[in-house]
C-alpha cells in the first residue's frame, strides 16, 4: 500500500512565522500535491510538483511556498502565517501517467494564532 | 471551466437504508472521474473511479456509481448502509495534467441506527 505520511497532524503557529509542513510518500511516484481544505469549500489545489525541483501554482498559492529536494519529500512553506491560512492541510501523491489516481496523506490541522 | 458540484452538503440517512450521493461535473471532454471518502481525522481514501468502458463501476466497501454523459453525473450508490459508513464524501474530476484533480465541496453523510 502506499503511505503518504505528513509529519504533524497538529500544529499551532503564531501570526508572522514561517511554518514548514512536510510530506513524504514511499511509492515512488513523480507527482507530489498539496492542498487546504475548509469547510463547504472542498479541497483547493495549493501548489503540485511533478519531478524534483518541479513546481507549478495550483489555485490558491498566495502565501505559500514549496519545496522539493528529493523525490520522495515535498515540502510547504508559509512564508509568513496569518490567521486566515488556519485550515487542514493535506498532501497527495500519484504515479506518472495518465488515469491514475491520488493518495493522500492524514492532513496537518494547522492554526495559527 | 471544470468543475465539480454535489448538491448535498449533509445527508442523514438510517443503518440499513440505501444511499444515493449525487455528483455533476463539467468538463470539455472524457473526463476520468472519483469517489473519495473522509472518516475524522484522517484523509482520503479511494473509493472508486472511472475512466472509460462500462458505466458501472464497483469500488471498495460495498459501493458502487454510474456514469451518466448525458446528465453530466456520476452518482454514488449503496444498497445498505452501515453506520461505519457515516463520514464525508468526495467527489472529483480529472484529469488536469499530471493527474490533477478538481473536487467537490463534499457531503457529509450522518448514519442513524
Known amino acids: 500500500d502506499v503511505k503518504v505520511t505528513q509529519s504533524s497532524r497538529y500544529l499551532v503557529k503564531r501570526t508572522g512565522e514561517k511554518v514548514f509542513l512536510e510530506c513524504v510518500q514511499d511509492?515512488?511516484?513523480?507527482?507530489m500535491f498539496w492542498y487546504r481544505q475548509d469547510p463547504g469549500l472542498g479541497l483547493r489545489l495549493i501548489y503540485f510538483?511533478?519531478?524534483?525541483?518541479?513546481?507549478e501554482k495550483g489555485d490558491i498559492p498566495e502565501g505559500y511556498s514549496v519545496s522539493r529536494e528529493k523525490k520522495e519529500r515535498f515540502s510547504l512553506i508559509l512564508e509568513s502565517a496569518s490567521t486566515n491560512q488556519t485550515s487542514m492541510y493535506l498532501c497527495a501523491s500519484s504515479p506518472g501517467g495518465d488515469n491514475q489516481p491520488q493518495h493522500f496523506g492524514d492532513g496537518t490541522r494547522l492554526s495559527i494564532l | 471551466a471544470q468543475s465539480v458540484t454535489q448538491p448535498d452538503i449533509h445527508i442523514t440517512v438510517s443503518e440499513g437504508a440505501s444511499l444515493e450521493l449525487r455528483c455533476n461535473y463539467s468538463?470539455?471532454?472524457?473526463?476520468?472521474l472519483f469517489w473519495y471518502v473522509q472518516s475524522p481525522g484522517q484523509g482520503l481514501q479511494l473509493l472508486l473511479k472511472y475512466f472509460s468502458g462500462d458505466t458501472l463501476v464497483q469500488g471498495i466497501k460495498g459501493f458502487e456509481a454510474e456514469f451518466k454523459r448525458s446528465q453530466s453525473s456520476f452518482n454514488l450508490r449503496k444498497p445498505s448502509v452501515h453506520w461505519s459508513d457515516a463520514a464525508e464524501y468526495f467527489c472529483a474530476v480529472g484529469p488536469g495534467g499530471y493527474n490533477k484533480l478538481i473536487f467537490g465541496a463534499g457531503t457529509r453523510l450522518a448514519v442513524h441506527p
Open positions: 468538463y470539455g471532454a472524457t473526463p476520468y
Open positions: 510538483s511533478y519531478d524534483v525541483k518541479m513546481k
Open positions: 511509492m515512488d511516484h513523480e507527482n
